[in-house]
């Protein structure tokens, strides 16, 4: 076949290669969320726990 019978535009994209990339960039997506959610609860580690639970180690010790 000739190469200039079907010319392809610059911007069309293969199906498959669609579909790659868009799952692609939504792993990274998740794994961006992850790495700030994974740093929020380093940086301050007691806001995950609950308040009640708190407050009943609390009155556990008086």
């Known amino acids: 076949m ?3 019978a079907f010319p ?14 868009f799952f692609f960039f939504l792993l ?11 740093a929020q609860m380093v940086l301050d580690p007691y806001s995950a726990i609950s308040v009640t639970t708190h407050q009943e180690d609390d009155q556990t010790e008086d």
């Open 2 to 4: 000739d190469p200039t």
């Open 8 to 21: 392809r535009r610059k911007f069309e994209l293969d199906v498959d290669l669609g579909f790659a990339l």
């Open 28 to 38: 990274c997506f998740f794994l961006l969320v992850a790495i700030v959610r994974c």
